[in-house]
């Protein structure tokens, strides 16, 4: 099993760019896979993080309600914004500058077969990290993601999380809020869920602006010891 992650930075990067770059990446996975499996091979699988920040862009799940989208196409294009329909689970977010995006590209069978682990794991990661800067986040039963203000009327979602995966390779991930624009929030029901916040972490540490480099440093350890992983 191959638990070397290789770790990119694509910096900022349009969303349609990082998305077929994921794909790439995804399609060699599986189909060095599927050699393994036809021709009796055992060569390694490779796994990926890419971190990246995106222009400003509203994805839809595959099970999303584009109802949650509250902008026509005029709007959009006056907000600077771009839209896609995409294949992981979840329902509309948004992405934009001051925003960690994380894609675990992982073979899982390097790793543990088991979808809801890795889900709480990618969880975990980001609730380490914010504990370091002093702030209590949990999940919260039946919503996905990192929040804060859990079971109060102040609940606040600060990091999403939406994932795809085949043949135990994933693709997607998650988005954690540090310097974000919040006002992008108010043109969507984020993640579908009427009548919760939305929130960043500048916002929380009463900050003008977090060090982005030192957060995503964290979110390395975290999953470093996670996934008993070696980042590359």
């Not at 890419?50 to 005029?74: A, R």
Request: charged share 25%.
């Amino acid at each position: 099993m191959n638990k070397k992650i290789q770790l990119q930075d694509l910096g900022s990067k349009d969303y349609k760019s990082a998305w077929e770059y994921q794909e790439e990446l995804f399609k060699d996975i599986v189909d060095l896979k599927i050699k393994n499996r036809r021709e009796e091979l055992d060569l390694e699988t490779p796994n990926y993080l890419l971190f990246v920040e995106h222009p400003h862009v509203y994805t839809l799940g595959k099970s999303g309600d584009l109802e949650n989208l509250l902008l026509n196409e005029k709007q959009l294009e006056a907000k600077g914004a771009s839209f896609y329909k995409i294949n992981r689970g979840g329902d509309i977010t948004y992405h934009g500058p001051g925003q960690i995006v994380g894609y675990p590209i992982l073979d899982l069978e390097n790793f543990f077969t088991d979808i809801h682990k890795y889900l709480r794991f990618l969880e975990e990661a980001i609730i380490l990290t914010l504990n370091e800067y002093g702030l209590e986040c949990g999940r919260s039963d039946g919503e996905t993601g990192v929040w804060l203000g859990v079971g109060t009327p102040f609940a606040r979602k600060i990091c999403a999380m939406g994932v795809r995966a085949s043949r135990w390779v994933t693709m997607h991930g998650f988005a954690l809020n540090v310097n974000v624009d919040l006002g992008y929030f108010d043109n969507i029901i984020p993640c579908g869920i009427r009548g919760k916040a939305v929130t960043s972490l500048n916002v929380e540490l009463g900050v003008e602006k977090v060090g982005e480099e030192e957060v995503k440093a964290k979110i390395i350890k975290h999953l470093t010891n996670l996934f008993e992983a070696e980042f590359i």
